[in-house]
């Protein structure tokens, strides 16, 4: 482990604080609660997907800065991508931080690489994303155990 | 008065973390291990090692030795009666199973109810949950207050005659609440019901004295008091003991084996099928004889007034809350900052040094009565001192700083 610098990047710090699409949708096609039981936190995802495109997505629930940063800027980064562009979104980005690829077209989400060196917060930068693919899945809940 | 220097004692202390000296505030998890129990294990297994009991070779006859001396000096420690009441087991937690599953279990009826608190450690929960499922028998919860003390007046209504057993935490890792546990254990006995204490916070903090407490059980694990992890022991009364049925079958806790019949040796080897962890049982007794040098009241008195110190300045911090207030408190300071998550706090403290724990600490149900996630928790031990206190408030302040 290292600085503290390199994990909580002032991107994060400033989802954490105002996070973005923080609220619940009055209609949606799916939707997915995530939940890490090491830690309590709880996200719950809601999407619209029209001709297979997130048309919009919304997360509600609680966590540490970086289960909310993340789960901030998924919704920010689904937004026009269809099913299988987020499943490899998902993809790159589990790759990203648990360290075993390289930044691949990321964009937004390469400010989470720092979390590859604290193993212990894959799971919060994660959750969000687990949650997602549950959702697009059609299961109401998922855990990061 | 504990020395100073004590820290000189434990090598593991003696290092930097994330270019900082390690300061080591979770010991309510587990502390560190002393020269003198990490030099045992060496000793034992450079010098002694070989299977106890029964062996006719000095090796063996040296193990056995060290292995029935490691048990004097616990029943000694605790005041037990009788050093056959003294149980190695791997922790706590497979204490409270044995009690469980060889005592409880066999008295339980449909609908039949076991007490326990508010405040128990998932190991003090679910082993109960368990017993209770197989046979239809119900869990009652003791309350506590908002402080988190017990309602302990309220423990008298709350026993009948379906009630079959109670098995209350002594001081809860949590919270750091030390329970009133004579009262408990007198209702219990006022009622004819036995009870088991779970001491894994309290042995390493307070003097335990069995036969003054009278617990009917009582167990702890070695390894939050400086011991090897896996090593834990269950204290029982002899009489329940000698009436219980085995817990485990095996090597060890036989007198005879036959295929017709099986006779079961006597306490505690009736208990301790198998070959146990040798070199943690010595291990422990070590450990024992530094907490006895240093003396179980002085490690008290230093961990109190740490906690008190830290207690004062931590409430000199604005958006930091504590969680846990009882008016009598072991060394354990838990607490949340506004709008930031103990995961976070934890992060940003060990770039400090600083190690701490986050998250629920196995006990759920008290995140759920205080509606918070986790709480972040700093616990003292011996070779804490008031720098590290300081620099725990300095993080603290940092913290803040991150994400404000």
């Given at each position: 482990m290292?600085?503290?610098?390199?994990?909580?990047?002032?991107?994060?710090l400033?989802?954490n604080?105002?996070?973005?699409?923080?609220?619940?949708?009055?209609?949606?096609?799916?939707?997915?609660k995530g939940?890490?039981?090491?830690?309590?936190?709880?996200?719950?995802?809601?999407?619209?997907?029209?001709?297979?495109?997130?048309?919009e997505?919304?997360?509600t629930?609680?966590?540490?800065?970086?289960s909310?940063?993340?789960?901030?800027?998924?919704?920010?980064?689904?937004k026009?991508?269809?099913r299988?562009?987020v499943?490899?979104?998902f993809e790159n980005f589990?790759?990203?931080?648990?360290?075993?690829?390289t930044?691949?077209?990321l964009?937004?989400?390469?400010?989470?690489?720092?979390?590859?060196?604290?193993?212990?917060?894959?799971?919060?930068?994660?959750?969000?994303?687990?949650?997602?693919?549950?959702?697009?899945?059609?299961?109401e809940?998922?855990?990061?155990? | 008065?504990?020395?100073?220097?004590?820290?000189?004692?434990?090598?593991i202390?003696?290092?930097?973390?994330?270019g900082?000296?390690?300061?080591?505030?979770?010991?309510?998890a587990?502390?560190?291990?002393?020269?003198?129990v990490?030099g045992?294990?060496?000793?034992?297994?450079?010098?002694?090692?070989?299977?106890?009991?029964?062996?006719?070779?000095?090796?063996?006859?040296?193990?056995?030795?060290?292995?029935?001396?490691?048990?004097?000096?616990?029943?000694?420690?605790?005041?037990?009666?009788?050093?056959?009441?003294?149980?190695?087991?791997?922790?706590?937690?497979?204490?409270?199973?044995?009690?469980?599953?060889?005592?409880?279990?066999?008295?339980?009826?449909?609908?039949?109810?076991?007490?326990?608190s508010?405040?128990e450690?998932?190991?003090?929960?679910v082993?109960?949950?368990?017993?209770c499922?197989?046979?239809?028998?119900?869990?009652?919860?003791?309350?506590?207050?908002?402080?988190?003390?017990?309602?302990?007046?309220?423990?008298?209504?709350m026993?009948?005659?379906?009630?079959?057993f109670?098995?209350?935490?002594?001081v809860?890792?949590?919270?750091?609440?030390?329970?009133?546990?004579n009262?408990?254990?007198?209702?219990?006995?006022?009622?004819?019901?036995?009870?088991?204490?779970?001491?894994?916070?309290?042995?390493?903090?307070i003097?335990?004295?069995m036969?003054?407490m009278?617990?009917?059980?009582?167990?702890?694990?070695?390894h939050?008091?400086y011991?090897?992890?896996?090593?834990?022991?269950?204290?029982?009364?002899?009489?329940?003991?000698?009436?219980?049925p085995?817990?485990?079958?095996?090597?060890?806790?036989?007198?005879?084996v036959t295929?017709?019949?099986?006779?079961?040796?006597d306490?505690?080897?009736?208990?301790?099928?198998?070959?146990?962890?040798?070199s943690?049982?010595?291990g422990?007794?070590?450990?024992?004889d530094y907490i006895?040098?240093?003396?179980?009241?002085?490690?008290?008195?230093?961990?109190?007034?740490?906690?008190?110190?830290?207690?004062?300045?931590?409430?000199?911090?604005?958006?930091?809350?504590i969680?846990?207030?009882?008016?009598?408190?072991?060394?354990?300071?838990?607490?949340?900052?506004?709008?930031?998550h103990?995961?976070?706090?934890?992060t940003?403290?060990?770039?400090?040094?600083?190690?701490?724990?986050?998250?629920?600490?196995?006990?759920?149900?008290?995140?759920?009565?205080?509606?918070?996630?986790?709480?972040?928790?700093?616990?003292?031990?011996?070779?804490?001192?008031?720098?590290?206190?300081?620099?725990?408030?300095?993080?603290?302040k940092?913290?803040?700083?991150?994400?404000?």
């Amino acid at each position: 482990m290292s600085d503290w610098n390199e994990l909580y990047l002032e991107v994060i710090l400033d989802h954490n604080k105002n996070p973005r699409n923080n609220e619940e949708l009055e209609l949606y096609t799916h939707e997915a609660k995530g939940h890490n039981p090491l830690c309590g936190d709880r996200i719950s995802i809601q999407i619209v997907l029209e001709n297979e495109k997130v048309k919009e997505a919304k997360f509600t629930g609680s966590g540490c800065a970086i289960s909310t940063a993340s789960a901030s800027i998924l919704t920010e980064t689904i937004k026009g991508k269809n099913r299988s562009e987020v499943e490899s979104l998902f993809e790159n980005f589990h790759g990203l931080v648990t360290g075993k690829e390289t930044e691949k077209e990321l964009g937004k989400l390469a400010i989470f690489e720092g979390v590859k060196k604290y193993p212990a917060r894959v799971k919060c930068a994660t959750l969000s994303w687990h949650a997602l693919m549950a959702a697009l899945e059609g299961k109401e809940e998922t855990t990061t155990e | 008065m504990i020395k100073k220097g004590i820290k000189a004692d434990f090598p593991i202390l003696n290092q930097k973390i994330n270019g900082h000296d390690l300061v080591y505030l979770d010991n309510a998890a587990t502390t560190q291990k002393p020269r003198t129990v990490i030099g045992s294990l060496e000793n034992y297994y450079n010098h002694i090692n070989s299977n106890i009991h029964r062996g006719v070779h000095t090796l063996s006859q040296k193990a056995t030795e060290s292995y029935e001396d490691s048990r004097r000096k616990i029943a000694e420690f605790i005041n037990a009666e009788n050093q056959n009441e003294i149980i190695f087991v791997r922790g706590a937690t497979e204490g409270i199973n044995l009690v469980a599953n060889s005592y409880v279990k066999p008295l339980l009826n449909e609908n039949d109810q076991i007490i326990i608190s508010q405040m128990e450690h998932h190991a003090n929960i679910v082993p109960w949950q368990m017993i209770c499922e197989e046979k239809g028998a119900k869990l009652k919860i003791l309350p506590m207050n908002i402080d988190g003390e017990l309602l302990v007046n309220e423990l008298e209504n709350m026993i009948n005659r379906k009630t079959k057993f109670i098995s209350i935490i002594h001081v809860s890792n949590s919270l750091g609440t030390i329970n009133p546990i004579n009262k408990i254990i007198e209702i219990a006995h006022r009622n004819n019901i036995k009870i088991l204490v779970d001491g894994a916070q309290a042995i390493q903090h307070i003097p335990i004295d069995m036969k003054k407490m009278d617990a009917d059980f009582y167990c702890f694990s070695g390894h939050k008091m400086y011991a090897p992890t896996g090593i834990g022991v269950l204290y029982g009364k002899k009489n329940l003991l000698d009436e219980m049925p085995p817990y485990q079958g095996g090597g060890d806790m036989i007198k005879s084996v036959t295929f017709e019949k099986t006779i079961y040796n006597d306490v505690p080897n009736k208990f301790e099928a198998g070959t146990p962890n040798i070199s943690g049982a010595i291990g422990l007794g070590i450990a024992i004889d530094y907490i006895n040098d240093i003396g179980i009241e002085n490690i008290a008195e230093h961990e109190s007034n740490l906690l008190e110190y830290a207690t004062e300045k931590i409430n000199e911090i604005d958006g930091v809350r504590i969680i846990g207030n009882a008016r009598n408190k072991a060394s354990v300071l838990s607490f949340v900052i506004n709008k930031i998550h103990p995961h976070d706090i934890g992060t940003i403290m060990d770039s400090h040094g600083i190690a701490i724990r986050a998250g629920n600490h196995c006990t759920q149900p008290i995140m759920d009565f205080y509606s918070i996630p986790a709480t972040a928790r700093a616990s003292f031990a011996i070779y804490n001192t008031k720098e590290d206190v300081d620099k725990l408030m300095i993080s603290i302040k940092k913290t803040i700083e991150v994400f404000k």
